[in-house]
Structure formats: structure tokens, C-alpha cells
């Protein structure tokens, strides 16, 4: 066997977005566009002799024939090891969890997440780094600048392993183990969590559904809440990953997540609903005819944190991105912590992490977390609402509804247009820029306007800087209006609207979300002439 260097010419375009490089399958299915993309991240590591590395993905079409050839050029990189989950199998937060517990140098994982799979569906590529979180900006930027100048690659002419069976390989003398994608995640689960307390509500006879949408979730769910915590079988919904996800759009919100809502919106609903994603960093938390915000459920579980012997000590802070609701932002001043609000992106969440200033961290894209891996974590976030329950009794919509109570409601939603044109997208986010300067002070409707800006964020750890992240609308009366541009779509371009309104008084907790934010939907239309310059009369999706 030999290592073959090959010669190649850059893609345009490989520059990581919110999270790793996502792109259409046909994209990743041109020559040398996985390859030349791969050895631009290795080229930007050290040294690898000696070194792990982890590796697995979602599952999604794709995914096993890149997986021969990444351990194919691990080994042309001099990789001692690479720890690989079976069938190529790894969720993003087990592939977090695998990268800290057996001291990798790193870890790739391919998945494009809550995108739609299958042959015209997309893929993606990510590495995260030793401390098990995605790569910081800077590492992302330099992987880009060497995708724009790379002329060759290396890559082992060994033959493909077999990535089905337990136990080790060998690729051109490097070791390949193929480990259980599930063992070491569940045994960090079992020491965050009381499964014991959690046993029991089962045992009582407490239902539960957990759509895995066909996703990579699917075996640890049946793993971890059917195998180890006793819910019934039968428990666990759409649970055996495919590599289209069954059709289905594995992005757990009431949306996507169709057949959940309607199941826990009939008569004899689950007492307790829960979806993850593509990769299961994802979740979705619905009780009886009642989803959960994901800025509700970060601010819910903040505010119960100790109930999990995991988290007895209390939080050392919170963080949240910016986008995200402030009801967190009410938990922290309430438990005297302090609150971060960072821009999109986990890896935002990594040097607050590392530091030990957040304990947890949430986003408004279904995504909750903490410091027990760096990444989001779907699963962990089921079992921190199931021991929350055992505990505490009652149901998701008591727990909520004296959450408000307590610390009043924000009514939360986000307006997406999907597929709009890049040139109109760049130019409404222009025009939005032109304007801050003077919307300061400005009426609209009953609300007036006490500043606008476009967020920027310095790091409180390793003081770095990130600029252009999100035009903020901020009222008087605490509302809020947020304009950014997703950095995950992979068909044109997508704006994402996200509406804030803050009511204190619990009279008022009972409106539908669209109705409560009315007045600001219309304002947000107006301010950024959507119709104008996206020719669309209605968001794609309203989550
Ligand atoms: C990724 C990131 C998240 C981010 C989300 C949405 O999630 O990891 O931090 O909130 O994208 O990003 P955007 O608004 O730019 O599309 P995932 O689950 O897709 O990896």
C-alpha cells in the first residue's frame, strides 16, 4: 500500500458557515471536493503523529463512502489512531463527548445536521477540536484561505474497511477502531442524571414520545430511555436512522416535527413529547398540546438546574445567543450569575465553556447545552426535562406556566425566508444598516424604538472579535426586532426575522405567540421592505 499525492486545483466556495461546510450531495460528490476540503483541514493542524483522531456522522446519504475516504487520508496524515463509530454512526454531541473522554486531537463529523438528506439533499463536514467543541473562527477562516490555494492532496491507496464490525483495523498501519456510537454518551448521561428518579416515573406509568425523525438519535433514544431507564418500547418514534431520514426534515420544530405536535395535541396525548435532528445536537421539548420554546427551555431549566445531580452545585453563568429570548437573561440576575449573549454559532459558546464562566448555554435554533461536552446536546436536553419532572411532578405546562409567573412571559417566534436571492438578502441587510443611524427615538405604531444597532461581540476569554452578526431593533418597553442572514442554508439565502415581546403580567400569558407579536411583525415587514426586496408576502417557515 502506498500514499498517493494528487494533483488538484481549489473550489470556490468552501468556506465553513454557522457550522462546518455544508453543501448539496452532488457538490460533495465532484471529484476531489471532499478530498481538497479535508486535507485543508488537516493542513492546518499540527503534528498528528501518535495522535487520535474521532470520526462519524448522521448517517445521511453519503455518509459511508466519506468515511473511507477521510480514514483513507488520516492515514496519508499520520494518524497513530482513529476512533470510528460503527456503520460510521456518531452524533455531534457523542462525537464531543468521545473526542474529550479518549484525549483526541480532534474529531471530523460529517452531517449537514437539520438539513434535509438523501441524494439531492445536502451533506456537510465539520472538525471539532481537542476540547471536543467546533473550531473557533480563526481555525475555520485559516481551513478556508488554504481551501483557495491548495494544489495537491494525500491520500492511502489501501482498500476500504469494513465499518460495520466492532473491533480493529488497520488502514496503511494506522489502528481503526470501531467502537459502539452510543456506550461512552450514555455512561456520561447516567452521571449527569438521576436515572433512578427517572425509572421510577416511568414506572408509574408516565408516557412519553420521542420522534428521532430518522435520524441519528434513533439508537441512543432506544438506548438510553427504552434499554436503561425502563420507558416503554414503542416509546421511541421514527428511531432507526435512514440515509434520507424517511423523507422527513429532521429539524425538531413544531413544523417539521409534524407528526409529534399532532400526536401530542390529540385526546390521550404522552404526557412528555421530545424531537431531535439530523445529528442529535437538536431538541424539541412539547407537553400536552404545548410546545416549548427552546428560549423558554434554556430560562426553565436554568431556573431548576439543581434538580440534576450533575448540576447541584448551581450555575457558574448562563449564555444564550444573541437571537435568542431574554428569559434567560431574568434567571441569571435571579440567581445572581451573570449572562452572556454571544452571536450564533456554538463554537461561540466554547471559550465560556473551557473558562468555566457557563454552565449552560442555549440558542433559540432548538439547541440546548452545557458544560458537560461543547456542543448542543437533543438527548441531554430530554433527559434534563425528564429528571426536572420525576422531581418535581406535575406537567411540561404547569412547569412552564409558573416559570412565567414568576418571571414574566416572552412571547418568542422567528419569521424564516427561505431560498430568497443573495443580491436581494445582501442589499436588505444594506438598506437596514443605512437606517440604524437614525432609528433611534422613531414611533412605530405603539412602540418606540431606544436603539438599533448591528451586534458585535468581544469575547470576554480570548478578547477575539466578530462583527456584522444581527441588526438589532431594540423598544422601549424591552421588545425586540432581530434581521440576520443564516449561515447553514445551502440554496440561496435565507433571512431569518426574530420577534421578541417581554409581558410581565400574568393576565396576559395566554395569547397565541403570532397574535401577542403582531405589532411587531408588521413593524419588521415595514422597517426592512421584506415584500420589496424578497417579492415574498409570507415567510417560508414561522417556528
Ligand atoms: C447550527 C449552529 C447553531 C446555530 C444554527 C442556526 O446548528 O450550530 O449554533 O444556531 O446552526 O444557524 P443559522 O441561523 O446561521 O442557520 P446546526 O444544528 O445546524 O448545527
Known amino acids: 500500500m502506498a500514499i498517493r499525492t494528487v494533483a488538484t486545483t481549489p473550489f470556490p466556495g468552501q468556506r465553513p458557515g454557522t457550522s462546518g461546510l455544508r453543501k448539496k450531495v452532488t457538490a460533495f460528490q465532484q471529484p476531489h471536493f471532499l478530498e481538497n476540503f479535508v486535507q485543508s483541514v488537516f493542513d492546518m493542524l499540527g503534528d498528528a503523529t501518535g495522535k487520535t483522531l474521532v470520526l462519524g456522522g448522521d448517517g445521511r ?70 476540547n471536543g467543541g467546533p473550531a473557533p473562527e480563526a481555525l475555520t477562516e485559516a481551513i478556508y484561505e488554504r481551501t483557495l490555494a491548495l494544489a495537491e492532496y494525500r491520500i492511502s491507496d489501501a482498500p476500504d474497511i469494513d465499518i460495520d464490525t466492532r473491533g480493529e483495523h488497520t488502514v496503511d498501519g494506522m489502528r481503526v477502531e470501531v467502537i459502539d456510537p452510543v456506550a461512552d454518551y450514555a455512561e456520561l448521561m447516567a452521571q449527569l442524571f438521576d436515572f433512578g428518579a427517572i425509572r421510577r416515573l416511568f414506572a408509574g406509568g408516565f408516557s412519553m414520545c420521542f420522534d428521532a425523525m430518522h435520524a441519528v438519535c434513533g439508537p441512543y433514544a432506544h438506548a438510553i430511555l427504552e434499554g436503561m431507564l425502563g420507558a416503554p418500547a414503542g416509546t421511541v418514534i421514527n428511531g432507526v436512522p435512514l440515509e434520507d431520514f424517511g423523507g422527513l426534515h429532521p429539524d425538531p420544530n413544531p413544523v417539521n416535527a409534524e407528526q409529534l405536535i399532532e400526536l401530542m395535541a390529540a385526546p390521550g396525548a404522552p404526557d412528555f413529547g421530545a424531537a431531535s435532528d439530523g445529528d442529535a445536537d437538536r431538541n424539541m421539548i412539547v407537553g400536552r398540546n404545548f410546545p416549548v420554546t427552546p428560549s423558554d427551555s434554556l430560562a426553565v431549566l436554568a431556573a431548576n438546574a439543581t434538580v440534576a445531580p450533575g448540576y447541584a452545585g448551581g450555575l457558574a453563568g448562563i449564555a444564550r445567543s444573541m437571537p435568542t429570548s431574554r428569559a434567560a437573561d431574568r434567571v441569571a440576575e435571579a440567581l445572581g450569575v451573570p449572562c452572556y449573549e454571544t452571536p450564533t454559532g456554538w463554537k461561540y459558546f466554547g471559550t465560556l465553556l473551557d473558562a468555566g464562566k457557563a454552565t449552560l448555554c442555549g440558542e433559540e435554533s432548538y439547541g440546548t447545552g452545557s458544560r458537560h461536552i461543547r456542543e448542543k446536546d437533543g438527548l441531554w436536553a430530554v433527559l434534563y426535562w425528564l429528571n426536572l419532572l420525576a422531581v418535581r411532578g406535575g406537567s411540561v405546562q404547569d412547569i412552564v406556566t409558573a416559570h412565567w409567573q414568576r418571571f414574566g412571559r416572552h412571547y418568542y417566534s422567528r419569521h424564516d425566508y427561505e431560498a430568497i ?89 395566554h395569547l397565541p405567540t403570532q397574535q401577542a407579536l403582531a405589532g411587531l411583525i408588521a413593524i419588521a415587514d415595514s422597517v426592512a421592505s421584506i415584500v420589496l426586496h424578497t417579492g415574498r408576502t409570507n415567510p417560508t417557515v414561522i417556528t
Open 61 to 130: 446519504f453519503h455518509n459511508r463512502s466519506a468515511i473511507q475516504v477521510v480514514l483513507k487520508m488520516a492515514a496519508a496524515r499520520g494518524f497513530a489512531r482513529v476512533l470510528l463509530g460503527q456503520g460510521g454512526i456518531l452524533s455531534t454531541p457523542a462525537a464531543s463527548c468521545v473526542i474529550r473522554k479518549h484525549g483526541a486531537m480532534g474529531g471530523i463529523i460529517l452531517s449537514a445536521s437539520h438539513n434535509p438528506g438523501g441524494p439531492d439533499g445536502d451533506f456537510g463536514i465539520k472538525y471539532n477540536a481537542a
Open 421 to 509: 436571492s443573495p443580491d436581494a438578502a445582501r442589499l436588505l441587510m444594506q438598506d437596514l444598516r443605512i437606517k440604524l443611524a437614525y432609528m433611534a427615538g422613531q414611533k412605530m405604531n405603539h412602540y418606540e424604538v431606544q436603539s438599533a444597532d448591528d451586534f458585535e461581540y468581544t469575547d470576554p476569554v480570548d478578547s477575539s472579535h466578530a462583527s456584522q452578526q444581527g441588526i438589532r431593533i431594540m423598544m422601549t418597553d424591552g421588545s425586540r426586532i432581530v434581521y440576520r442572514l443564516s449561515g447553514t442554508g445551502t440554496e440561496g439565502a435565507t433571512l431569518r426575522v426574530y420577534l421578541e415581546r417581554y409581558e410581565a403580567d400574568p393576565a396576559q400569558h
